[in-house]
Antibody, heavy 121, light 111 residues
């Protein structure tokens, strides 16, 4: 059964770049059967889809974040990654990686456990 | 403000049924059969409960069901159990450039 695990720094300074990696186990990103997404949730608030990537490297980003987001994939490591530049306190959130999104399935399952990233000096 | 509108809270007693609504527009909920529902317990990741309006993933109790009428989707939980107490989020594909939108979430309290 597929499992996802986020990793990366829990504290990022304002104006710097947030970097997270999602490691997929129990299945291959390269199978091409799914897209792979990042989703975030500010403390006490709702969910926001950030964007997705396909194993080929094709991406799509939420327009509200597009100018600051880069999602990449490393099929050799079965990982995909998120970079969010010029962060502010408003980017403080639990960041989740998930399988899904995109025309192969507009749903997300499973999700990683999530990682809290705090933006603070 | 979320793109999809959900009630902030609903409640019910054990054994009862409750329904959570998710209202959008013809550009999302009403225009496509791509509505999904997620259950989130405190401090945990969301869990997919319903996809494509009314389909249940393997392992999800048949007490959970989904439907749609016009621009409003609904999640019904029958035979409420204490373990159902959680936050529930709907999401939908949208023809806008955002592609995927979520509701603001509904807190379910089992009395």
């Amino acid at each position: 059964q597929v499992q996802l695990q986020e990793s990366g720094p829990g504290l990022v300074k304002p104006s710097q770049t947030l970097s997270l990696t999602c490691t997929v186990s129990g299945g291959s990103i390269s199978s091409g059967d799914y897209y792979w997404s990042w989703i975030r949730q500010p403390p006490g608030k709702g969910l926001e889809w950030i964007g997705y990537i396909y194993y080929s490297g094709s991406t799509y980003y939420n327009p509200s974040l597009k100018s600051r987001v880069t999602i990449s994939v490393d099929t050799s490591k079965n990982q995909f990654s998120l970079k969010l530049s010029s962060v502010t306190a408003a980017d403080t959130a639990v960041y989740y990686c998930a399988r899904g999104g995109g025309e192969l399935g507009w749903w997300f399952d499973p999700w990683g456990q999530g990682t809290l990233v705090t933006v603070s000096s | 403000q979320s793109a999809l509108t959900q009630p902030a809270s609903v409640s019910g007693s054990p054994g009862q049924s409750i329904t959570i609504s998710c209202t959008g527009t013809s550009s999302d909920v009403g225009g496509y059969n791509y509505v999904s529902w997620y259950q989130q317990h405190p401090g945990k990741a969301p869990k997919l409960m319903i996809y494509d309006v009314s389909n249940r993933p393997s392992g999800v109790s048949n007490r959970f069901s989904g439907s749609k009428s016009g621009n409003t989707a609904s999640l019904t939980i029958s035979g409420l159990q204490a373990e159902d107490e959680a936050d529930y989020y709907c999401s939908s594909y949208t023809s806008s450039s955002t592609l995927e939108v979520f509701g603001g979430g509904t807190k379910l309290t089992v009395l």
